[in-house]
């Protein structure tokens, strides 16, 4: 949409994920509108499962969360609960997903049960978070321990019985999280 020059506000944006986390299968999914009733935040937790019918969403996350447009959110659309709830923050689009797709990393009951390419595209995805997104930002800071455990899940992979292309995937995510943010992570993967 965005490339084809179609502007997308936050609140249509907020709306593309409570239906992207219901098709998902989450559990626990709640909308909260804010105290202005301006916007609404999105609260959901684990998913021990994707629904089939949400694999071509998740296959696309990986478009969503690389895309370079920029878009201005408020901080409850990322997940931060603040007294200033008119406050914005001009963040890339795919921000909006971040802790979905973390989430979905981190929870899944066995990310090597996925299809070939729904995993492949889970990992590019989280090999584009390591590389594009600041998690040093006060925007995403408190996404610092998801990111944390979606690292090591996907390590975890190292040793489980999946395609030589995946397992490579892996590597270059542990490899590339160690470089990048050996700060909060050295001593949890080293």
């Not at 949400?54 to 447009?69: G, N, S, T």
């Not at 990992?123 to 590389?131: D, K, P, R």
């Not at 800071?141 to 397992?167: C, G, T, W």
């Amino acid at each position: 949409m965005l490339t084809d020059g179609i502007e997308i506000d936050s609140f249509s944006l907020m709306k593309l994920k409570v239906h992207f986390v219901q098709l998902a299968g989450f559990s626990n999914i709640a909308v909260i509108p804010t105290q202005s009733r301006h916007s609404f935040r999105l609260q959901f937790s684990d998913i021990a499962e994707i629904s089939e019918l949400a694999y071509p969403c998740v296959e696309e996350l990986v478009h969503v969360v690389d895309a370079p447009h920029s878009v201005n959110l408020p901080l409850s659309a990322l997940g931060i609960t603040d007294d200033n709830e008119e406050k914005t923050v001009s963040v890339l689009v795919g921000s909006v997903f971040l802790d979905s797709t973390l989430c979905i990393i981190s929870t899944l009951r066995d990310l090597s049960s996925l299809p070939v390419l729904t995993l492949k595209s889970v990992l590019e995805t989280l090999y584009i978070i390591i590389h594009k997104y600041d998690f040093d930002d006060h925007s995403f800071q408190h996404m610092q321990p998801l990111f944390r455990r979606a690292i090591l899940r996907a390590m975890e992979l190292l040793s489980k019985d999946v395609s030589y292309e995946l397992r490579q995937l892996a590597l270059s995510i542990a490899q590339s999280s160690i470089k990048k943010w050996h700060t909060f992570l050295g001593a949890t993967i080293s």
